[in-house]
């Protein structure tokens, strides 16, 4: 059981390059999100899905776009990089059903944009 | 507005101290969901408690305890004896709204730093 797996683990990436994070999840979950963490300013939202082939924006969603075609899978694109991408970004997925469950965590992917 | 503030940005203790850390948040919801995430120096985030806003009994694990206060909007966590596994950064995050998508608010994390 592997939960939550974000590939790459880390990139560099020059500005104005593209690149797409992958986040698979094997528990079935409904909800899946991307964050990026930045120092001193916690994990902020970037997107949110509820299910599959919806997508919804969350806190700082500009300069990302991100699509659910399959349920297990949730993806984040970065059309053009630019240096103030460069973070940690996680994905996370859970589950709800009469209560809300905890959010499982991948390993993070580490962008350098530079 | 919802909001988490952590207004400790570093704590230093030395081994077997106990640490509070502190969690204040804000959200006009009557139902929502308060969780603690761990974040060692791996960089995971590891689970630690989750909380509804209709449970208001204190929970202990082990060297873990928290203090849930609707009447302060604060959610604190106690390490006991501490130990040097326990150096790691801590996040509170805050789920709120009837929709309960999930999406969390995060505090800006308290780094926890301790010596032996």
């Known amino acids: 059981n592997a939960g939550v797996t974000q590939t790459p683990k880390f990139r560099v990436l020059k500005t104005g390059q593209s690149m797409t994070l992958l986040c698979a999840q094997d528990?079935?979950?409904?909800?899946m999100y991307w964050y990026r963490q930045d120092p001193g300013m916690g994990l902020r939202l970037i997107h949110y899905?509820?299910?599959?082939?919806?997508?919804a924006k969350g806190e700082v969603p500009d300069g990302y776009n991100v699509s659910r075609l399959k349920k297990q899978n949730f993806l984040l694109g970065l059309e053009s990089a630019a240096p103030s991408q460069t973070s940690v970004y996680f994905c996370?997925?859970?589950?709800?059903?009469?209560?809300?469950?905890?959010?499982?965590f991948g390993q993070g992917t580490r962008l350098t944009v530079v | 507005a919802q909001k988490v503030t952590q207004a400790q940005t570093e704590i230093s203790v030395v081994e077997k101290e106990d640490v509070t850390l502190d969690c204040v948040y804000e959200?006009?919801?009557?139902?929502?969901?308060l969780f603690w995430y761990k974040q060692p120096p791996s960089g995971e985030l590891v689970f630690l408690i989750r909380?509804?806003?209709?449970?208001?009994q204190n929970e202990i694990s082990g060297r873990y305890s928290w203090n849930f206060q609707k009447s302060t909007s604060s959610f604190n966590f106690t390490i006991t004896a501490s130990q040097v596994v326990d150096s790691a950064v801590y996040f509170c995050?805050?789920?709120?709204?009837?929709?309960?998508?999930?999406?969390?608010?995060f505090g800006q994390g308290t780094t926890l730093q301790v010596k032996p």
């Open positions: 996370a997925s859970s589950y709800s059903y009469s209560t809300l469950t905890e959010a499982f």
């Open positions: 528990m079935n979950h409904e909800y």
């Open positions: 899905s509820v299910g599959e082939g919806t997508t």
């Open positions: 959200t006009r919801d009557t139902t929502y969901y």
């Open positions: 909380r509804n806003s209709f449970d208001e």
């Open positions: 995050a805050l789920s709120s709204g009837s929709s309960n998508t999930g999406k969390l608010i």
